[in-house]
């Protein structure tokens, strides 16, 4: 446990020694305010970027509810854009301890692969969900701002859901961090299975159980105030982190 | 398969050519990576229960960039379990030892190879381990750095037990007593270096004046006589020869011996036999 402690440390520490709890919340920020901006002011920033020919704006366009715009956010932009960044942000979490030695150094001492393990899945998760939070809270203040105004119980409980698919991403990061020693084909092989886990679980009723990316839905579910929680999602997406990390365990252990 | 002891305070140099399981046996011994078979044991228990009496450094030495010297220290000191107190006095007299207290404050990143891998053996010896496990330490270094961490492994060798990995065998030479020569994951050699007899049929001989030998000095049991240098000569028996019959032998025939010695093989030599593949 004490070893699990200073290993955080270090990890959060070095997040902010480089800037990372920084540059991923304002990353996350602009991406927070541009789509509550984009809702509101489509038709002014066209005229203003250049006139809007060719481009129909129905004057009577419903306006969308704070819910639809919270979840376009995170869905669209948090989701696709943000997932990318996240995961290049994490790819050299293993890879790079490995490639210099630090991993070695580690691992010769009084200190288990799965502390080792549980130390970066845990701080690299508060770091994104620092970011994420920071981001959404953004969002979620302007959301209310521009459109209605949005109970904060369920965006919260949204929230709490959400961390559950970034606490599966990273553990994800972690386990093909394992496999390859390339950051860059580590990042693309999470992007991808990623993506994977979040199409399949589209195709019908038993892929959605038994995807990790069910839990978005669960998510989304829930800041659309649909009542029908999911929680054999949550549990999946749950032993999905389980599974990844104990992997990721023995693959340390043999490589 | 791999079996073999280590005594305390035994320098034991682990020789192998690349790809030979150098590495993997150490990764094995320190606990990074767990064998599917067999038992490693330290004093009589599985080495895993004993992570904290062993020290490792690594062929490629870093640390955290950000990190300066002796954060890094305090960083891998408090992974090892090491009593606070004890640890910021230890991590002083560890830099001071390897020559890095005046780098104390310097962040990883300005330090030269060699002072990094100097850090490594700082890291290494952190904790007062009672085994030393050295991969490569020297080989990824230019001649300074090399120089600098021989003298420290040197120093070493006089208080710990080491298991020194290494092609270089020069250095092997130079601080181990015994080899561990291993070939395709297997061990093909376990030779002393102090005590190595295993050819005793070779002498090397060195004479008062060798203008003034007047005839043959080969016989039945010596068959050949090559000159090494003035006066000394490496003289080959047909069977294993007795210094004492051939210094009688000699001075029958009015030769005055210096010195004599069985020839010692070269850990080269010996090096070579064992992983040539003809």
């Known amino acids: 446990m004490k070893n699990l402690q200073t290993l955080m440390q270090a990890e959060l520490l070095e997040a902010l020694k480089d800037f990372k709890f920084i540059w991923l919340t304002i990353f996350f920020v602009i991406l927070g305010v541009t789509q509550p901006l984009i809702h509101k002011y489509m038709d002014v920033i066209l005229e203003h970027a250049g006139g809007a020919d060719g481009i129909t704006i129905d004057p009577n366009r419903t306006t969308p509810s704070s819910a639809e715009v919270l979840l376009s ?35 010769t001492r009084p200190v288990s692969v799965r502390s080792y393990l549980l130390s970066k899945l845990t701080s690299h998760w508060l770091i994104s969900m620092f970011s994420i939070s920071i981001g959404a809270l953004i969002s979620y203040f302007y959301t209310n701002l521009l459109f209605d105004s949005f109970s904060f119980t369920s965006f919260l409980f949204f929230l709490v859901l959400y961390s559950l698919w970034i606490l599966y991403i990273v553990s994800l990061t ?40 069910g839990i978005l839905n669960v998510a989304e579910n829930k800041l659309l105030s649909l009542q029908d929680i999911n929680y054999f999602s949550i549990l999946t997406c749950l032993l999905f982190v389980l599974l990844n990390i104990s992997l990721a365990n023995v693959n340390i252990k043999r490589s | 398969m791999f079996l073999f002891s280590i005594s305390k305070g035994e320098c034991v140099g682990l020789l192998g050519p ?3 399981g150098k590495t993997t046996l150490i990764k094995c ?140 065998l020069d250095d092997a030479a130079t601080f181990c007593d015994r080899y561990i020569i291993i070939r395709k994951g297997t061990i093909v050699g376990d030779i002393d270096n102090e005590n190595n007899e295993s050819d005793r049929k070779r002498i090397i001989v060195e004479i008062e004046n060798a203008e003034s030998i007047k005839e043959p000095l080969t016989n039945s049991e010596i068959k050949e006589m090559e000159r090494i240098s003035k006066n000394t000569f490496l003289l080959t028996g047909t069977k294993k020869l007795d210094l004492t019959e051939v210094v009688a032998d000699f001075s029958q025939k009015g030769v005055d011996i210096v010195s004599i010695r069985f020839y010692k093989k070269e850990i080269e030599e010996i090096f070579l036999e064992m992983v040539s593949d003809t």
């Open chain 1, 174 to 213: 972690i386990l093909i961090s394992t496999f390859f020693k390339s950051p860059i084909i580590i990042a693309i092989t999470t992007i991808l299975l990623s993506i994977f886990f979040i199409i399949i679980k589209g195709f019908n009723h038993i892929f959605f159980q038994l995807s990790p990316g």
């Open chain 2, 18 to 20: 690349n790809g030979a």
């Open chain 2, 29 to 168: 011994m320190t606990g990074i990576l767990h064998p599917e078979e067999g038992e490693i044991m330290f004093n009589s228990k599985a080495i895993i229960q004993h992570k904290r009496h062993i020290g490792y450094l690594s062929q490629y030495t870093d640390f955290k960039p950000w990190m300066t010297c002796e954060e890094s220290l305090l960083f891998f000191g408090k992974l090892s379990g090491l009593d606070r107190t004890f640890l910021k006095e230890n991590t002083t007299k560890v830099l001071e030892e390897v020559g890095l207290k005046d780098r104390k404050n310097d962040k990883v990143e300005q330090l030269s190879g060699g002072m990094k891998q100097r850090l490594g053996i700082a890291q290494a010896i952190l904790h007062q381990p009672l085994l030393l496990i050295l991969d490569e330490p020297v080989s990824a270094l230019d001649p300074i750095g090399r120089n600098e961490v021989k003298k420290l492994i040197a120093r070493l060798k006089k208080r710990a037990t080491i298991l020194l990995s290494t092609h270089i």
């Open chain 1, 73 to 107: 956010t995170v869905s669209g932009q948090f989701s696709q854009i943000g997932l990318v960044i996240l995961v290049i942000s994490f790819m050299g979490l293993i890879a790079a301890d490995r490639n210099n030695g630090i991993q070695d150094f580690i691992l």
